[in-house]
């Protein structure tokens, strides 16, 4: 053996350490036991972040037990429900400044299954891209127990955003996503204007605007397994709305790329 090699293995990092989990809750008691589970059971490593906008059937509550149980899960509580891009933004500020190296963003309604995490954050720990998303809308992605209606409208309202904004991804209204951390860090926050699901469209837009590599991994997307779904015509009508919005401020020269300047 050759003197000054260390015949020892360098350890295996624990799946997930480095990454943490960002869950907007709004009455998912029924639903928030079992998904954190899974999210750390596929990535035993990461930090769990609970964002609850003051949930009336005691989901904020419940988080707070879980918490105690577990280290890995921390707890959010926020005054009012004031929409899912506001959530997401408080989560997201938490887990940058607590240090974590990727930030992935899901749902708490089993629509986004736990065992894609692992596939969802691989990219970036391999250094192949910057900001993944878990789509429906790829080769090997797909949706099960939508009607027909939401189905044109989630894939009419992707390609919609996709034309305009000049685009690559196909799936850009889903929110199951993996952010590396100084990518994230890199979109500023306070210009970001969509407060509903169209945040999905936005966010991926100034990442893009501001030279992210964004890729896509298939995932098979399930209709929520208890409650009642939050999307409205309001919600859909918001999204063209806020899409024009940001090509018309990038036709005049106010786009992400022009305000980072």
Known sequence: ??????????????????????????????NLPGI????????PGATLLVVDDSSPDGTGTLAEELGAADPRIRVRHRTAKQGLGKAYLDGFGVALDDG??????????WSHDPASLPALIAPIEGDEADLVIGSRYTKGGRVEDWGIARRVISRGGSLFAKIVLSLRPNDLTGGFKAWRASTLRAVPFDGVRAGGYVFQIEMTYRASRLGARVAEVPITFKDRRVGQSKMSRRIVVEALFV?????????????????AR
């Open 1 to 30: 053996m050759t003197e000054g090699n260390d015949p020892t293995p360098m350890p295996t990092p624990t799946p997930g350490t480095g990454a943490w989990v960002v869950l907007p809750t709004y009455n998912e008691a029924e």
């Open 36 to 43: 954190a589970a899974a999210i750390l059971e596929a990535l």
């Open 100 to 109: 974590a190296t990727i930030v992935v963003q899901m749902d708490a309604d």
């Open 243 to 259: 899409v024009m919005g940001l090509r018309w401020d990038e036709i005049r020269g106010r786009g992400p790329v022009s305000a």
